[in-house]
């Protein structure tokens, strides 16, 4: 796995917030998980997708960039506090290597759904 | 000091230009057609290798695969399609995608095509993620993006050629 991309999951695994004032929250983050869809209000899902491009030299792979994504579900329709927690860390992570890809809204659940994807070498 | 400022690659360019004419249109037409059946066969490549498993619904918090029903519906005939081509002058504009593909009958039901596409693309919450269009459109981008080039450039010179050069 890319060091950047491990570094990246430890972050997103420990996104916090507090509130209502005097809680912690933790959103649940799973990587690469089939079992993903525990009962709360939001939860993320983060994977490394595919290899998106390489650089080659003296017949090795010299070096090799990968694109991610990062999922976030939630009832609240402004990701109840986790959309901006999760740009930032994206951006803390790699600048401006990562653009959300979509927004839906699952009418048979009613949860809202993010999609940003991310490139890490 | 001198300095000398060549103007042999001007010299070219104008040449060039003066030949091409009302061509221009034609030339940027035929490279973003190649172009273009790059990125289709690419994301059609994706679709055939989506995994597939038997319908049963999600249950138990997991998440499942796409029937081998709603695979077809991606891959189907005259799905993945290359909208038509918008000319303005020398620029050409098309997209290619799931954008006008249409309907389809599951299990007696309709259903958007773009709707699966997204859902197998981007996943759900009952639908386990295969982002195929997008690592189609990531990695076949650049591909593409090297056949319209190769075609601008063999269709210049032929032109040129044509011209007496």
Known sequence: MPTEYTQLVTAMKSLTQGTPPGTVITLPMAENEWNTRPDTESYGIISLDFEQDQMNGDDRKLVASYEGSVDLYSRGKSGSGWVEKIRNTLEDHCGACWSLNSHTYERETGLFHWEWTFEVM | ?165
Not at chain 2, 24 to 49: P, T
Not at chain 2, 62 to 67: A, C, G, Y
């Open chain 2, 1 to 165: 000091m001198p300095y000398t400022v060549s103007t042999s690659g001007m010299d070219d360019v104008n040449r060039m230009l003066k030949a091409l004419g009302d061509d221009a249109g034609k030339v940027a037409s035929a490279a973003l057609y190649e172009g273009a059946g790059i990125m289709a066969d690419a994301i059609q490549r994706g679709a055939e290798s989506i995994a597939t498993a038997p319908f049963k619904y999600a249950s138990g918090g997991q998440t499942r695969l796409p029937s081998p029903e709603e695979k077809d519906i991606v891959t189907g005939k005259r799905r993945v399609g290359i909208a038509k081509f918008k000319t303005d002058g020398m620029d050409v504009d098309t997209s290619v995608g799931y954008g006008r593909s249409g309907y389809a009958m599951l299990a007696g039901r309709k259903v958007a095509v773009p709707l699966i596409a997204n859902s197998i693309n981007s996943g759900t919450t009952f639908m386990k993620k295969q982002p195929f269009f997008r690592k189609a459109a990531s990695t076949g981008g650049k591909r593409a993006t090297d056949a319209i080039r190769a075609s601008i450039e063999k269709n210049l010179q032929e032109i040129i050629d044509k011209n007496g050069g």
